[in-house]
């Protein structure tokens, strides 16, 4: 259990963007945490970013969003889930969910490698990026229907299964025998799809 | 050097995946026994029909390297063992609300075991778990009666475990698993109210090993069983004083929801360091620090 | 705002040092009182006549936060109390291996006490605390009819706690003190054996704290006793947690030993910030949490 | 319990020298461990430096010091006791007791005060330093029978008690109602012959 405060929020489209504090092991790109709210319910959200003790997410629900403001803290637990790759950067996503795939991209950028986002949509983010770069890790996040359209190796962002008890020892987070909140949150299309 | 026998069992090394870890998802606990060669799975605790595991939050993690957890024995019911090809050692945890139920679900688990493990002691689902462990000779001595397989029966570290100890083995029980989690509370101090969903659950990791060495030392000292020993194991270090105390085998458990399955090579690589500097086998160590 | 009456004394704060962590030298007490104003120092257990302390080691910090000692109640005796000075309130522990020695232990307390805190769960000890638990109504019963000050009864964390803690009261106790350690080991895995010279020893500090939210909750929401929580108290969210939880008062003891007297004022600043921001009173939150 | 290794060791005088991997909370000049022979004992130490989880003790004991060396590893506990005040600081010592005064020294020396050593026969040890310095702190560590040598603001080595129980909750280390293992092993001389 970690006890966070809100740093800083904003509204970023439909969503709003939220900075805690956090006195955790540090996330890497691709892990998600979970925030509790006591004997109710956990909740995932996935890391967007990370820096010196702060940690960024996406809140898109506006009454879960007013109810971490309105507390004194909120109880986090994590880093859950496997960290992706670091290479060259490719993100592809839904305006809704571009989030998801925001801290693959900044942690790349800040390693030195490429960083895209390939937006289906209008995102609230864009990474400029020399032509013709050749990608080595595809980070995606799209609602679950789009899954045809994205290239088989893509690491997608699954967020159509129940993560609830995080470290995965109910199972409920099974996708096709992977375990999203372990193996995943991003898991290669073809685990998904198989 | 570190091979064990464990009730007739031959095991590669003495460090088993303790019940509640790995998720009774065939695939993926085919893909723990490929990439992490555990000497064995024991399997989370499985009854003879489906049961609901309470809602969520089930998991906390409440001190460094100490858990809080009230999953309340949530599984698909024991017949999902039936399609279940794991390539590893099973050890299949079962649990019920009554004799009949236990035995039955001993029966049905035992056609994948390599050992079936009797749960008497999760503080997390009234009517189960400890509330059975009264009856642990009856118990015992049913499923001994209708399984080949060996019978290890899980205890809690409660005030009279050895003397359910002494019962379980009365009834026949092949060893003990010792221990199950604590039972403990964690409250929010905002929202003034428990964590979990259940209110209590048990507490695992570093914060009950003193207690897991202290109740397997009683129990070793008193009947010389064979232990499986659990309880905050993160270190071979960790590991060693059990076996001091009197376990054959250790189980991971917290350690591996803290740092992943890559633990248990820590272990072997640890231990074997430490017995080949002493120049001893792990059968020389075990319950050394308790023996009268 | 967070002043309380334990059973018609008054507190000017709910933390109490408890029992073990100020060693019986009275210049000490005195200069602890002076320096760090606790609302009252818990004594160590005295019994009636002088009893040596266990050979060291006695104390090892085993975890963070988490200590094992085996004291064994080494005290010079109560008749000490006699010519001891210290200028805040005193809450007086005694034990003892007989009725008849604790009830003698706490007329003797009683002159310089505030409150008589009936030690009768030490793990440390064969003979005494934990072994005298069986007569804690008769305990009770006898030193409530030879002395006027409030008596409290500690108990340990063991599976009939809830029960005793009914006979404690039973017998006219004004409160409880909960917990006391729990009984654990610490092996030298070199040595190949304990690390305490007594072989076993307590644990306390943050291993234990939320089987003490757990205890005190049980006993509260069964019989809305005042209770003196203590466990693994470090912040004043380990406080709120037993206060949620039923505690009166709360003792601090192993956050002493590892940050010092300082980490009262810590505890009372952050108790007071957490109360004014809510605008509560400490009064409304005990044994929120459990209330039925 | 922190397990420790020998890193080094060497003789000085009738003593050793020995600098054990310690991870543990820093000790500060004027603190000491415990070393504790599992079942057996405990030990006090005098720290006499600190450097990057590397700590030196000296140990006078011959047979202790055998024991250590052909161990795998030792337990040690600590630091306790006070720190004493940093300064312009005079070390006060008998040729075999000079390591007690070694670390507030050294540490003095190392935030650029003033330091010097007045040894009663030969220490291992020498500190040069400027004429006519204002001594801020002086330590010492001599028999009991020399204290009357010493000023009444001298902090002294209290090493005649028992100071097993480290943390003081035996009351066993007492000086005159102060404890020596909590509050010293430094006392003020004023505090030892009051």
């Given at each position: 259990m970690i006890r966070s405060k809100v740093v800083e929020y904003s509204e970023v489209g439909k969503s709003h963007r939220i900075v805690f504090t956090f006195q955790g092991r540090r996330p890497?790109?691709?892990?998600?945490?979970?925030?509790?709210?006591?004997?109710e319910k956990e909740i995932p959200l996935g890391v967007t970013d990370y820096n010196d003790s702060t940690i960024e997410v996406?809140?898109?629900?506006?009454?879960?969003?007013?109810?971490?403001?309105?507390?004194?803290?909120?109880?986090?637990?994590?880093?859950?889930?496997?960290?992706?790759?670091m290479g060259n950067t490719l993100?592809?996503?839904?305006?809704?969910?571009?989030?998801?795939?925001?801290?693959?991209?900044?942690?790349?950028?800040?390693?030195?490698?490429?960083?895209?986002?390939?937006?289906?949509?209008?995102?609230?983010?864009?990474?400029?990026?020399?032509?013709?770069?050749?990608?080595?890790?595809?980070?995606?996040?799209?609602?679950?229907?789009?899954?045809?359209?994205?290239?088989?190796?893509?690491?997608?962002?699954?967020?159509?299964?129940?993560?609830?008890?995080?470290?995965?020892?109910?199972?409920?987070?099974?996708?096709?025998?992977?375990?999203?909140?372990?193996?995943?949150?991003?898991?290669?299309?073809?685990?998904?799809?198989? | 050097m570190y091979s064990i026998r464990l009730?007739?069992?031959?095991?590669?090394?003495?460090?088993?995946?303790?019940?509640?870890?790995?998720?009774?998802?065939?695939?993926?606990m085919a893909r723990v026994c490929q990439e992490f060669s555990p000497s064995a799975i024991t399997t989370k605790t499985f009854t003879l029909n489906p049961l609901e595991p309470h809602k969520p939050p089930t998991l906390v993690k409440i001190s460094d390297g100490c858990f809080l957890n009230a999953i309340g024995l949530g599984n698909p019911g024991i017949k999902v063992m039936g399609s279940m090809e794991v390539p590893c050692n099973l050890?299949?945890?079962?649990?019920?609300?009554?004799?009949?139920?236990?035995?039955?679900t001993a029966i049905i688990g035992e056609g994948k075991a390599s050992l079936i493990e009797i749960n008497l002691s999760s503080p997390n689902r009234r009517g189960y778990g400890a509330d059975t462990a009264k009856f642990v000779r009856e118990i015992v001595k049913e499923v001994k009666g209708k399984v080949r397989k060996p019978i290890f029966v899980k205890l809690g570290p409660w005030d009279n475990v050895v003397d359910l100890a002494g019962?379980?083995?009365?009834?026949?029980?092949?060893?003990?698993?010792?221990?199950?989690?604590?039972k403990g509370m964690k409250l929010d101090v905002d929202a003034g109210k428990p964590v979990l969903s259940y209110g209590t659950g048990g507490v695992s990791g570093r914060c009950i090993h003193p207690l897991a060495v202290r109740v397997i030392g009683e129990v070793y000292s008193e009947y010389s069983a064979q232990i499986i020993g659990t309880g905050g194991v993160f270190s071979w270090e960790d590991a060693m004083e059990l076996f001091l105390a009197g376990a054959t085998a250790v189980g991971v458990g917290s350690a591996i929801l803290e740092r992943g399955f890559e633990v248990l090579n820590e272990l072997r690589v640890g231990l074997t360091a430490f017995m080949e500097e002493k120049g001893i086998n792990l059968s020389d160590v075990i319950g050394m620090a308790v023996r009268k």
């Open positions: 890497l790109p691709g892990q998600f945490i979970a925030l509790i709210l006591p004997g996406y809140v898109d629900s506006p009454k879960l969003f007013k109810r971490i403001l309105s507390s004194r803290y909120v109880v986090l637990e994590g880093p859950f889930g496997k960290p992706i790759p993100g592809v996503a839904t305006e809704d969910l571009f989030h998801d795939v925001l801290f693959p991209l900044r942690e790349a950028k800040r390693k030195g490698f490429e960083a895209s986002l390939e937006c289906w949509g209008s995102c609230g983010a864009d990474f400029p990026h020399r032509e013709g770069v050749k990608w080595d890790v595809v980070v995606a996040s799209v609602p679950r229907e789009m899954l045809d359209k994205l290239p088989r190796s893509t690491m997608v962002y699954v967020r159509w299964v129940n993560m609830n008890c995080m470290a995965g020892v109910c199972g409920v987070c099974q996708v096709n025998g992977n375990l999203a909140c372990v193996d995943g949150p991003f898991l290669e299309l073809r685990k998904i799809v198989a | 009730s007739g069992i031959e095991l590669r090394d003495p460090f088993v995946i303790a019940s509640g870890i790995v998720p009774d998802v065939p695939e993926y050890f299949v945890s079962v649990g019920g609300s009554s004799l009949e139920e236990i035995v039955e019962k379980a083995l009365e009834g026949g029980a092949d060893g003990l698993t010792l221990i199950n989690t604590v």
